[in-house]
């Protein structure tokens, strides 16, 4: 963060100045509208599908509680190349239309799909699971008292759900919501393959196809203020409130069984949003694949998988140690400091990957290039780039970028661990090493497995770091289909992104199995 500011704020302006007088408007405004859309969106759709799937009984509900999490797995850019292939104009859709009532091109209007909107719509299906999780969990551990009670005092099943049990819910979805929306204003690529203008694909632009390191530094701070300010703003709006079950007792909500239409409109509200974030473009994405003419097998495609692989796991060991850490400082030595590194490991979420690339490009950069002028001066060696361009400063980044979630999952377990047996390891002459690798570590083990899975999996769908900051003839599988993509080689993309899809599916799989342990 320190170096994005540093360098935005003594680079040159007369890239800026251009931007300001050119695209800076429309970048601010189609970020605004995007995160105003997906805010909406996943709101309606995650909570939607949490409450029915929690508080109502309608046949295949048991089937789509677990299947409603399902598109988690497929990267938005993904998403995108499979609706374009559908909905495009020279896609199925379209051209079965034209061939069903002989139309010509003008003679039909038919949405855009490489638009905002567009752009808006992939996001919204594959991050609404994060809000249907969350209000899920809290529509779960709500107690009934307070529902009923609004129930007996006059007011419907809806008024009832708007005005008591939605309000109580109020942390979980703000955080879902949340997260979905720092995920839209991290995205580069549905943007950049839909041609949509956000601050994301500016920094982009700025960066390789303008060559102002600058200009990129600015715009980078630019959204990095407007996502803080997003986080402070929602935590700060919520005050002093607090969030409590009514009443001494815990009661379960009773579930209502529905039957007939209502039934029928239930089934269908849970079910779309799986079949169009999931079914049909895995099915797309598989027959695009058919026709790829792609070979997995080749030499150059194990390198893309190599890459991809190897670049995951070390992230992945990388971040998790770092997580444990952290997480066993903050459990030894819990105050204020432990708190604040915590606070700010998490921050690193709540930043693009376009922006850490740029933090972490510039301070080494002029690190190894002062290095090797003094190497030339002193010597008469060049050291040449030493950290830039290198694998571990994009692991960096992927550490930083992907902390949080580690960290949560960690902490998710070792609040499992009771403080008598740290005691009574301490009291046996146990080291604090010891205590964390004789008993924290043994039976974290589920949850550290559960940490390593998520983040090898979002770095193996992370685009704009991975683009920015990778070496030179260093290709990943999501690196490999937004190229294709961008050549308009959609059937080729179909390939690395159904293997990108397949990976994802690990996490999601143990989500959708502890979702079935919680219900």
């Known amino acids: 963060m320190l170096a994005v500011a540093l360098a935005a704020v003594t680079g040159g302006t007369d890239t800026v100045r251009h931007l300001i007088e050119t695209v800076l ?9 995007l995160v105003a859309l997906v805010s909406v969106g996943t709101f309606a759709l995650g909570v939607g599908a949490a409450w029915l799937v929690t508080m ?66 992939m996001l919204i299906l594959v991050l609404y699971p994060y809000v249907y999780l969350l209000a899920r969990a809290a529509f779960v551990q709500q107690s009934s008292g307070a529902f009923l009670a609004a129930r007996t005092l006059g007011h419907s099943a809806w008024s009832a759900f708007w005005r008591v049990s939605l309000p ?17 204003i991290a995205d580069f690529g549905t943007s950049a393959y839909f041609g949509v203008q956000t601050f994301a694909t500016g920094i982009y632009t700025s960066w390789f196809t303008m060559a102002d390191r600058a200009a990129a ?11 803080l300010v997003l986080a402070v703003a929602e935590r700060s709006s919520r005050g002093k409130a607090r969030y409590h079950a009514a009443g001494k007792r ?35 994405l598989a027959i695009m694949g058919l026709d790829g003419q792609q070979d997995l097998l080749s030499r150059r495609y194990i390198r893309f998988i190599q890459n991809s692989l190897t670049l995951a796991g070390t992230a992945a060991l990388v971040t998790v140690f770092a997580a444990i850490c952290i997480g066993f400082f903050q459990r030894l030595r819990p105050g204020r400091r432990s708190l604040t590194t ?56 992927y550490m930083v970028r992907f902390l949080a979630a580690a960290l949560g999952a960690y902490e998710g377990g070792q609040s499992t661990v009771h403080a008598n047996m740290d005691a009574a390891a301490r009291s046996l002459g146990e ?3 010891g205590t964390l690798r004789r008993i924290h570590l043994p ?77």
């Open 342 to 397: 915590v606070y700010l490991a998490r921050l690193g979420y709540a930043v693009p990957g376009g922006v850490i690339a740029v933090g972490l490009m510039v301070p080494f950069a002029a690190f190894d290039n002062t290095l090797d002028a003094w190497m030339r001066a002193s010597f008469g060696i060049s050291t040449g780039l030493l950290v830039t361009g290198s694998i571990w400063l994009l692991v960096a980044a």
């Open 25 to 33: 408007p429309g970048y601010a405004g189609t970020t605004v509208i």
């Open 168 to 184: 109580m819910a109020r942390p979980a979805i703000a955080g879902g919501v949340l997260l979905a929306v720092m995920e839209t």
């Open 250 to 284: 815990h009661m379960k909500m009773p579930p209502e069984p529905l039957s007939g239409l209502r039934a029928l409109a239930a089934f269908a509200l849970c079910a779309l949003p799986v079949i169009l974030g999931f079914a049909l473009p895995a099915l797309v």
């Open 217 to 227: 530094a600015q715009l980078a701070l630019c959204l990095l203020v407007f996502a």
């Open 443 to 519: 039976i974290l083990t589920p949850s550290l497995l559960t940490a390593l899975l998520i983040v090898f999996v979002d770095v193996m769908k992370e685009l704009p770091a991975t683009l920015i900051m990778r070496p030179f003839n260093y290709d990943t599988l999501a690196v490999q289909a937004y190229r294709l993509a961008s050549d308009e080689r959609l059937e080729g993309a179909a390939v690395p992104s159904l293997v990108i899809v397949a990976i994802g599916l690990l996490p999601v799989i143990l989500i959708c199995r502890q979702v079935g342990r919680r219900s």
């Open 431 to 433: 080291s604090p090493l």
């Open 56 to 121: 109502t009984r309608f046949p295949g509900v048991r089937v789509l509680e677990v299947a409603l999490v399902l598109p988690m797995a497929f990267p938005s850019y993904v998403l995108a190349y499979a609706y374009t292939y559908i909905l495009d104009h020279p896609g199925i859709v379209q051209s079965t239309l034209r061939q069903v009532t002989g139309w010509g091109p003008r003679d039909y209007w038919f949405p855009e799909i490489r638009s905002t909107g567009g752009a808006a719509a």
